[in-house]
């Protein structure tokens, strides 16, 4: 069993940058990935980015790339989102999620993913 807890999120300019966190509690292992997804209201819920707990390998949404940047620290169990040059239509609820088993072929798929974090809310303002 894995909890995953989320932070970071908040209300700011376009333009701006913020920095989610996702802390991670309970075993994991090499095969594990993470990933961060939002929804935003009357939406689906998105992939956004992923990485290999094991190898560092990261994929981005199109939209995102450039100005995303998933990471994560071993030490700490925790993943991060750094988001530069945010836009009104990057606003939405922000999901930390992990994979026990990741695959490349899955990885942007939701229902895939076996743990959530409970969301925390991103609002760019324009």
């Known amino acids: 069993q894995v909890q995953l807890v989320e932070s970071g999120g908040g209300l700011v300019q376009a333009g701006g940058s913020l920095r989610l966190s996702c802390a991670a509690s309970?075993?994991?292992?090499?095969?594990?990935?993470m990933g961060w997804f939002r929804q935003a209201p009357g939406k689906e819920r998105e992939f956004v980015a992923t990485?290999?707990?094991?190898?560092?390998?990261?994929y981005y949404t199109d939209s995102v790339k450039g100005r995303f940047t998933i990471s994560r620290d071993k030490a700490t169990n925790t993943v991060y989102l750094q988001m530069n040059s945010l836009k009104p239509e990057d606003t939405a609820v922000y999901y930390c999620?992990?994979?026990?088993?990741?695959?490349?072929?899955?990885?942007?798929?939701?229902?895939?993913?076996?743990?959530w974090g409970q969301g925390t809310q991103v609002t760019v303002s324009s």
């Open positions: 309970g075993r994991t292992d090499s095969n594990y990935g």
């Open positions: 990485i290999k707990w094991s190898t560092d390998i990261t």
């Open positions: 999620a992990a994979e026990r088993r990741w695959s490349i072929f899955t990885m942007m798929a939701p229902n895939k993913y076996d743990y």
